[in-house]
């Protein structure tokens, strides 16, 4: 059974950073990608970044490029997101997720996951 932690979620102020991490335990062999989505009060949860376990291809929603850097630690079955210059809209509930059978994100096409984490609040201020 595959279970996804997060944490390093917290308050900052806008133009800081934060570290997210995910440590994905009862690792699948299928899993092969691992990314972030995120869900605002009153808004539809959106996909942030994600990467792929082989070849390490990422995708970035048009939001966070150039801010937001997504990594992989496969001996430690973990994946990080490094978020730099916050701003205010970057408020949310930040989940982790994996995608084992199905199909992973590409483009703009953010397919649904097939674990999730419980989600690690961030809030910008």
């Known amino acids: 059974h595959v279970q996804l932690v997060e944490s390093g979620g917290g308050s900052v102020q806008a133009g800081g950073s934060l570290r997210l991490s995910c440590a994905v335990s009862?690792?699948?062999?299928?899993?092969?990608?691992m990314g972030w989505f995120r869900q605002a009060p009153g808004q539809e949860r959106e996909g942030v970044a994600a990467?792929?376990?082989?070849?390490?291809?990422?995708v970035y929603a048009d939001s966070v490029k150039g801010r937001f850097t997504i990594s992989q630690d496969s001996a430690k079955n973990t994946v990080y997101v490094q978020m730099n210059s916050q701003k205010p809209e970057d408020t949310a509930m930040y989940y982790c997720?994996?995608?084992?059978?199905?199909?992973?994100?590409?483009?703009?096409?953010?397919?649904?996951?097939?674990?999730w984490g419980q989600g690690t609040q961030v809030t910008v201020s």
């Open positions: 990467i792929y376990t082989i070849g390490g291809g990422t």
């Open positions: 009862g690792y699948n062999t299928r899993t092969h990608c």
């Open positions: 997720a994996v995608w084992t059978s199905g199909i992973g994100p590409y483009g703009s096409t953010w397919y649904e996951p097939d674990y």
